[in-house]
């Protein structure tokens, strides 16, 4: 179980302490609730190109970097289709060092045109080199726009095209930043060998004083239900067929989740799961395959992929899959199969909690879903979970209109 305290200051940022006094480490995670999804559809990309910008300089802070790293710091970042979240590490008697560096741009960025310019640089030359340049990199820039028609997920946190981050200009830039990087859309967690007083007092200090921006109200358009199956076919310069499915599933919110993401490690956690026993062991179609869940906030999708042994056809593999697949709608799992992955997932659980910069950004997610208590209630959901749950979700998830299914086959 994990403790902590909270408390909100009064322009609107939720503040979490978790105190661990086995580590001599202090952890700052500052979640902004913002992702690709909150992105004007002609302007994709911006959560991602602020992922970097934010580390581009501050108002009263030239190199965010360096005085960090002189107090024996070091940070990261990362950005979903719903969130962008930024984290540091540093001795805890130099606690106070993040706080004003968080601060300083959660104030305001230095928007400099240099800075834009470098930052834009870099996420073009990401863009090439991640998603274009490499071997099945271009697959979910696809795979979204194939199972998504109308809702922001049908983009990737890279953006749709280069073009939108080339001709991002300083108004569109700072009309993103002053709309979501602010106290009221930000939850902080303080975590390691911490004083709740003391990050209580360092917070009033530091953040107090931000003005609190305006409340963002989403209003996204929905995906209808998906009512007929959908397939793209492409060649690539890679080494081997690839085979991707995905199928619209529920929210990370909603209670279905679990059955559905312990359905997915039924199917492919470890060597002795399904897709890996039959697939590649017994009828050797595969060289690897996989199922997981996306996770996402709004109605995600369920993705099975894998890569096909060589002389394999697509019609040989999509058919395989499907017959496993198949199975979960007619039959109830074993005992001893759910048993298994409730307990991996208990133990990844708490093997979660063991580092403290895990269990901050799990607090952030969890406050931001609700109430941060839910990291301690995570597990019992997952225990809970019955083999007529995993059944009927089968039999929601696993039909052919529901699925759209990406052909990805090598040169010749």
Same mark, same amino acid.
């Given at each position: 179980?994990?403790?902590?305290?909270?408390?909100?200051?009064?322009?609107?940022? !939720?503040?979490?302490?978790?105190?661990?006094?086995?580590?001599?480490?202090?952890?700052?995670?500052?979640?902004?609730?913002?992702?690709?999804?909150?992105?004007?559809?002609?302007?994709?990309?911006?959560?991602?190109?602020?992922?970097?910008?934010? =580390?581009?300089?501050?108002?009263?802070?030239?190199?965010?970097?360096?005085?960090?790293?002189?107090?024996?710091?070091?940070?990261?970042?990362?950005?979903?289709?719903?969130?962008?979240?930024?984290?540091?590490?540093?001795?805890?008697?130099?606690?106070?060092?993040?706080?004003?560096?968080?601060?300083?741009?959660?104030?305001?960025?230095?928007?400099?045109?240099?800075?834009?310019?470098?930052?834009?640089?870099?996420?073009?030359?990401?863009?090439?080199?991640?998603?274009?340049?490499?071997?099945?990199?271009?697959?979910?820039?696809?795979?979204?726009?194939? $199972?998504?028609?109308?809702?922001?997920? %049908?983009?990737?946190?890279?953006?749709?095209? *280069?073009?939108?981050?080339?001709?991002?200009?300083?108004?569109? &830039?700072?009309?993103?930043?002053?709309? =979501?990087?602010?106290? /009221?859309?930000?939850?902080?967690?303080? $975590?390691? #060998?911490?004083?709740?007083?003391?990050?209580?007092?360092?917070?009033?200090?530091?953040?107090?004083? *931000?003005?609190?921006?305006?409340?963002?109200?989403?209003?996204?358009?929905?995906?209808?239900? /998906?009512?007929?199956?959908?397939?793209?076919?492409?060649?690539?310069?890679?080494?081997? #067929?690839?085979?991707?499915?995905?199928?619209?599933?529920?929210?990370?919110?909603?209670?279905?989740?679990?059955?559905?993401?312990?359905?997915?490690?039924?199917?492919?956690?470890?060597?002795?799961?399904?897709?890996?026993?039959?697939?590649?062991?017994?009828? %050797?179609?595969?060289?690897?395959?996989?199922?997981?869940? +996306?996770?996402?906030?709004?109605?995600?999708?369920?993705? &099975?992929?894998?890569?096909?042994?060589?002389?394999?056809?697509? /019609?040989?593999?999509?058919?395989?899959?499907?017959? *496993?697949?198949?199975?979960?709608?007619?039959?109830? &799992?074993? #005992?001893?199969?759910?048993?298994?992955?409730?307990?991996?997932?208990?133990?990844?659980?708490?093997?979660?909690?063991? #580092? &403290?910069?895990?269990?901050?950004?799990?607090?952030?997610? $969890?406050?931001? +879903?609700?109430?941060?208590?839910?990291?301690? !209630?995570?597990?019992?959901?997952?225990?809970?979970?019955?083999?007529?749950?995993?059944?009927?979700?089968?039999?929601?998830?696993? !039909?052919?209109?529901?699925?759209?299914?990406?052909?990805?086959?090598?040169?010749?």
């Amino acid at each position: 179980m994990i403790k902590f305290e909270r408390f909100k200051l009064e322009n609107g940022l !939720r503040v979490i302490v978790h105190q661990d006094k086995s580590t001599p480490l202090a952890c700052i995670n500052i979640l902004y609730d913002v992702g690709s999804r909150d992105e004007n559809p002609e302007q994709t990309g911006f959560a991602h190109l602020f992922e970097h910008l934010m =580390f581009g300089g501050s108002i009263n802070v030239a190199n965010y970097d360096e005085p960090l790293q002189r107090v024996g710091g070091e940070n990261n970042a990362f950005t979903t289709n719903d969130i962008t979240n930024y984290y540091l590490t540093l001795p805890a008697e130099n606690l106070e060092t993040g706080f004003w560096l968080e601060s300083d741009r959660m104030l305001s960025l230095a928007f400099s045109e240099k800075s834009l310019e470098v930052q834009r640089n870099v996420v073009i030359e990401e863009f090439k080199q991640r998603y274009l340049n490499q071997p099945y990199g271009d697959v979910w820039l696809l795979l979204r726009p194939l $199972a998504y028609k109308v809702h922001p997920y %049908k983009w990737d946190t890279i953006g749709k095209e *280069i073009s939108h981050i080339e001709n991002a200009k300083m108004d569109d &830039v700072k009309s993103f930043f002053n709309r =979501f990087y602010n106290p /009221q859309n930000a939850i902080m967690v303080v $975590a390691g #060998d911490v004083e709740f007083e003391k990050v209580k007092l360092l917070a009033e200090k530091w953040f107090s004083s *931000i003005p609190r921006g305006s409340f963002v109200k989403r209003n996204l358009l929905v995906e209808p239900p /998906q009512k007929e199956c959908r397939s793209l076919t492409v060649e690539r310069d890679v080494p081997q #067929d690839a085979i991707y499915k995905v199928y619209h599933m529920c929210s990370r919110f909603d209670n279905e989740y679990y059955a559905v993401d312990l359905l997915s490690d039924i199917l492919s956690q470890g060597n002795s799961s399904r897709l890996h026993n039959e697939l590649i062991k017994e009828k %050797k179609l595969f060289s690897e395959i996989n199922a997981y869940v +996306m996770g996402d906030f709004d109605k995600g999708l369920f993705v &099975v992929s894998g890569k096909l042994t060589k002389g394999v056809s697509m /019609q040989q593999a999509d058919e395989a899959i499907d017959l *496993i697949l198949d199975k979960f709608k007619l039959e109830l &799992v074993l #005992d001893d199969e759910l048993t298994k992955v409730k307990n991996k997932s208990e133990a990844t659980h708490l093997f979660g909690e063991v #580092d &403290v910069l895990n269990k901050a950004t799990n607090l952030a997610i $969890a406050e931001l +879903m609700g109430d941060a208590e839910l990291v301690n !209630r995570e597990t019992e959901k997952y225990l809970q979970v019955t083999a007529v749950e995993i059944k009927e979700q089968a039999n929601v998830l696993f !039909r052919k209109e529901n699925c759209s299914t990406l052909y990805y086959k090598a040169k010749v």
